[in-house]
């Protein structure tokens, strides 16, 4: 499906990019560079000639350019996108995880048995009380309850939980902000 072309005559991903765009030039990226993240985020299914033909670009050097922001690491996958109410996961919580001890290697340990649970879906270390925020999905409240005491209160150095429930998601998107990229000119 074709996009439509604002009045500014810009695709929405070149209107995106240049508006908005803080001061200072991010390095290696243009306007279609960082038209081409635009709207991939939007859709990654688009093949390469509706890609090139929402940012402007003919197809043989827009495909170019995918390789290269996917080999500089500024694509680092493409994945779908499931809605974790169909496959029965209506629990997303939020759990603070203080640390028993707080040096390098019962850190690294700590983040290595997080790392290996499937259950957590993101996992950060923060800075106030507390030392990881952990994103968790489960079926149901008893099953987070069993999985908390059977496995998360067993990690190693846990010395103690707070969690928090989702009781609605707002926004769930996993788009990045792009509109502080200013482009380079080429």
């Known amino acids: 499906m074709p996009s439509k072309i604002p009045k500014s005559g810009k695709t929405p991903a070149l209107a995106e990019v240049t508006s908005g765009a803080a001061e200072a030039p ?6 279609y560079d960082v038209a081409i993240l635009v709207e991939l985020q939007q859709d990654a299914r688009l093949s390469n000639a509706e890609l090139a033909a929402r ?8 495909w ?16 779908a996108e499931i809605d974790r109410h169909r496959i029965g996961l209506g629990v997303l919580a939020f759990v603070r995880v203080d640390a028993e001890r707080n040096n390098a290697t019962a850190t690294r340990e700590l983040e290595d048995a997080i790392r290996a649970l499937p259950e957590v879906i993101s996992c950060h270390y923060i800075s106030g009380s507390g030392t990881f925020e952990l994103q968790v999905m489960a079926t149901d409240l008893d099953a987070y309850s069993r999985w908390a005491m059977d496995t998360l209160f067993k990690l190693p150095n846990v010395k103690d939980l707070h969690t928090s429930f989702s009781l609605g ?4 998107s996993r788009a990045l902000p792009l509109g502080h990229l200013k482009p380079r000119s080429r």
Do not use: F
């Open 169 to 172: 998601e707002v926004k769930a």
């Open 64 to 79: 170019r350019r995918v390789k290269w922001l996917e080999e500089q690491g500024y694509i680092k996958g493409y994945r």
């Open 26 to 31: 991010h390095e290696g990226l243009d306007r």
């Open 55 to 62: 940012i402007g670009l003919s197809p043989t050097p827009c």
